[in-house]
């Protein structure tokens, strides 16, 4: 007994001191003449013989540490592109002293000489990762004065509709992080109201690993606000004034005025000290855009006649955007090895839309001949349309280093979010020969709705250094959401009861492995993934959902277990190129607003629906990337993708005409569109996507991106086969000039194809940005800018849609073409001041610690 208990001493002593003999280098990179920090740095640390034995990159905020290095004398070489490497030697870790800070390393811009003139060099604005491409925004000048949506309308791979809607390689289903952190609001929303000034860089992950949440089609995009200051007090303010007043108007027919201007600030603090860190921030936004609409859709009636009801509208069509946030934290590092963060965030958003739409009906032909002129009629429809939320976020995070090798991360988030939106319709009688609306309503219908969010994630992660190159990684996440809601309809069109209640709740119960590694010279993260998702949702008001062969049940129920496995590889193929491939499965399930049975008519052509029968997609993504670096300054990258989606989610339209279902004519005695969403066939994208970092020396750079793929559609909406493809592309250009020392110029430019859609196809679109910055030197810390925004007026949003029936023939129609008034001039200005001025090594938000 004794002799195995000494034994085992013996053992567990060893053991100990094998793990003790270990030893860190850690450090800070900073540029040599602006005093910022470098990211992305590559740190390599070699013996006393040369060779290499670890490496890594610097974090966001220049900072690196080297973990798990056995007691010896080694050097250290620091390098990135555009600057000159560092090497520090005779760097010794021994018993006494295992761990080795080397203080703050300036990195000093690489000089060439090109006839006769000194060229400096300047950072990228792109570069790749072995699950990521990461994004600087301090090149993106023309967005400041926006929100989150305007920068990551300049990355190359994410398009922003002039709606605000977001998507991803044509996809707007993706989950977006904020600092780390997965949150319950909508991924537009959420965008639209983080400041464009407050960000630092955005991570697009499209096929992210097993760590990550597999929601979404477009995978993950984490927005990093900027780092949390230097030691001491940190303030920064800015303000925003603009707009196009030349685009102001009045609707002629309701009075009502519409002013096209935009103002905002905002106002952050931050203190460190060693052991803490408070920060806290308020944001304001306001934007009015004003535009007109011109529209004509048709409605197939009498199927043997072929005749069809038109409805042709044109007028005015206002938006209003209102954001305003606080944020406030506290980081303490606890002690030497453990640290807790806490975290708030209240947002509040309203934003709306009106529609002052004429519209000229009459039953013809589908080409509008043989026109009805004594079934004419002209109708004035102001339709006003607005949408409310307030959004409180709670974080905690807590994190402890058991060891030099062992890391246990536990977090929770507590959200709660009030949604509603209100939707007022009026029709007047409108007199085409005297072009004046009549002053009495003649039909009226009002909805809304109020939708509230409870929501509740846990996350525990712990990672263990296998040995010098390995890491295995593995957790669990618990992530719940309920909304329970109202929905009101009040009307003088429909005798039948539309108004309805919802009580959905989500659970996805997760856990996942992952393991990072190295052979010879490939590196690789090989990771899986399952998720047990149980969604329930109880319907108060059955009886018009039969409208798309529904089963009108009161309750729906999905539980299901899935599995997503995901790989990512790295290999260098020269000392400046390397290929990197990686695949994953990845679900979309529903949102409630697909989900939720609520009967609203938007326009007075088209009613929405949701369907409570939608089942979730599934995706398989893959790709592979050529990354190069040119010469000392440039970079190329080069990926091929494919995405390929199953049980695909269409947005879908038909007619209630067409609809063969008695209780469609009891509830909606008109002729109109009713548009809902189908699990309808599949979809495939296949295409691939260019990154260039062009630097023109010291006088600026451009950095180019684009992408070209083959999209298709194939499925059964209504019995009706469709099939159909288009090639899509998109080009993104972000010129930065340095005229002088403090006055830079900035221009980007952005355009996308055509595409189709499950029932027609979306037109091209373009826009294009300028704007002047300039950095007194007389005025440390102010910086002041002149921004033009659509400064071509070229703001233009054209869509089709259109349906078929078994017979092969049209049963409706639809055009509608939105144009957004331009240009529009910014005038920013924003003030820095760091009380103390000294550069030390910056604080950062923990959950962002996973995307480095």
Do not use: C
Not at 39 to 59: N, Q, Y
Not at 212 to 220: L, R, T
Not at 257 to 276: C, E, W
Not at 324 to 347: K, M, T, V
């Amino acid at each position: 007994m004794n002799t195995k208990f000494s034994l085992l001493t013996l053992l567990f002593l060893f053991t100990h001191l094998v793990f003790a003999q270990r030893g860190d280098i850690s450090g800070s990179i900073i540029d040599d003449e602006s005093n910022e920090p470098v990211p992305f740095a590559t740190v390599v640390i070699l013996d006393d013989s040369s060779e290499t034995v670890k490496g890594g990159i610097s974090s966001d905020d220049g900072t690196f540490e080297i973990e798990n290095l056995k007691l010896g004398t080694y050097s250290v070489q620091i390098s990135f592109i555009g600057y000159q490497t560092i090497n520090l030697d005779n760097i010794l870790l021994t018993k006494n002293t295992p761990d080795v800070n080397v203080g703050v390393v300036n990195l000093k811009p690489q000089l060439e000489a090109l006839n006769e003139v000194t060229v400096k060099a300047v950072k990228k604005t792109a570069s790749t990762g072995i699950d990521r491409k990461t994004y600087s925004t301090n090149d993106f000048e023309t967005a400041k004065g926006g929100n989150a949506a305007d920068v990551l309308n300049r990355l190359p791979s994410v398009s922003v509709d002039p709606s605000g809607n977001v998507s991803v390689r044509g996809t707007s289903d993706f989950m977006v992080y904020l600092n780390g952190k997965p949150t319950q609001m909508d991924a537009n929303t959420l965008l639209n109201q983080i400041a464009a000034n407050s960000i630092n860089k955005v991570d697009v992950i499209t096929v992210p690993t097993a760590r990550f949440d597999a929601q979404g089609k477009g995978g993950i995009i984490n927005i990093s606000t900027k780092t949390k200051g230097v030691e001491g007090l940190s303030i920064s303010a800015n303000g925003l004034i603009g707009g196009a007043p030349w685009a102001n108007k009045t609707d002629k027919y309701s009075g009502y005025g519409m002013n096209d201007d935009r103002y905002g600030g905002g106002l952050n603090l931050v203190y460190n000290t060693k052991k803490v860190s408070l920060y806290g921030g308020f944001n304001y936004n306001k934007k009015n855009v004003n535009g007109k609409r011109s529209g004509d859709a048709r409605v197939l009636v009498k199927e043997p006649e072929g005749e069809y009801f038109h409805m042709v509208a044109a007028g005015e069509r206002p938006e209003w955007y209102e954001y305003y946030s606080a944020n406030a934290g506290i980081d303490f590092d606890l002690g030497e090895r453990d640290a807790l963060a806490l975290s708030y965030f209240y947002g509040n958003r309203t934003a709306g839309r009106a529609a002052y739409y004429v519209y000229n009906n009459f039953f013809a032909d589908a080409d509008k001949s043989n026109k009805d002129d004594a079934s004419e009629t002209w109708i004035y429809n102001p339709n006003i349309d607005n949408r409310y939320g307030k959004y409180h976020t709670l974080n905690a995070d807590y994190s402890i280093d058991f060891n030099d090798t062992s890391n246990l991360k536990i977090a929770a988030t507590y959200e709660t979010s009030d949604l509603s939106r209100a939707l007022v319709n009026e029709n007047y009688s409108y007199d085409p020969d005297t072009d004046e609306a009549g002053s009495v309503v003649e039909q009226e219908y009002s909805l809304s709705d109020s939708t509230p969010l409870k929501g509740f994630r846990f996350a525990i992660d712990y990672s263990k250094d296998i040995n010098e190159t390995d890491v295995l990684s593995f957790g669990a996440q618990t992530n719940y959401a309920n909304i329970a809601g109202d929905f009101k309809f009040n009307n003088t069109l429909v005798t039948k009861d539309l108004d309805n209640s919802i009580d959905l709740t989500r659970t996805v119960y997760a856990a996942y492995v992952d393991y990072t590694g190295k052979t010879g010279k490939l590196d690789y993260i090989l990771g899986l993934r399952t998720e047990y998702g149980d969604q329930s949702m109880d319907v108060s008001n059955t009886d018009y959902l039969t409208l798309f062969d529904n089963a009108g049940q009161p309750n729906y129920k999905d539980r299901k277990l899935d599995v997503f496995p995901s790989a990512h590889l790295s290999y260098p193929i020269s000392e400046n190129d390397k290929l990197i491939l990686a695949a994953s499965r990845r679900v979309n399930r529903p949102s409630v607003t697909n989900l939720a049975p609520f009967l609203y008519r938007r326009h007075f052509e088209v009613y929405v629906l949701g369907d409570p029968n939608l089942e979730a997609e599934y995706l398989n993504n893959a790709e592979l990337t050529y990354d190069t670096k040119i010469g000392n300054s440039h970079t190329l990258s080069l990926t091929g993708f494919y995405r390929g989606t199953d049980n695909a989610v269409f947005r879908v339209n038909t007619t209630t005409t067409s609809i063969e279902n008695s209780d469609v004519h009891d509830i909606l005695q008109e002729n109109v569109l009713i548009r809902s969403y189908t699990n309808a066939g599949n979809s495939t994208s296949l295409g691939a996507e260019l990154n260039a970092n062009i630097v023109t020396g010291s006088f600026g750079k451009i950095f180019l991106g684009g992408s070209l793929y083959h999209f298709k559609i194939k499925g059964d909406v209504f019995g009706y086969a469709v099939n159909t493809s288009s090639t899509n592309w998109t080009l993104k250009g972000n010129l930065n000039l340095n005229i002088s020392d403090p006055l830079k110029f900035s221009f980007d430019y952005n355009i996308k194809s055509n595409t189709v859609t499950s029932q027609g196809a979306n037109a091209r679109f373009a826009m294009a940005n300028a704007a002047i910055n300039y950095k007194p030197k007389s005025l440390e810390g102010w910086d002041f800018s002149l921004r033009g925004l659509d400064i071509f007026s070229s703001n233009l949003e054209g869509l089709d849609t259109n349906a078929f029936n078994s017979s092969n023939e049209q049963i409706f129609y639809q055009e509608t073409e939105y144009t957004r008034n331009g240009p529009i001039v910014e005038l920013g200005v924003s003030y820095t001041l760091n009380m103390n001025g000294k550069k030390k090594k910056e604080k950062e938000f923990e959950g962002n610690k996973h995307f480095k």
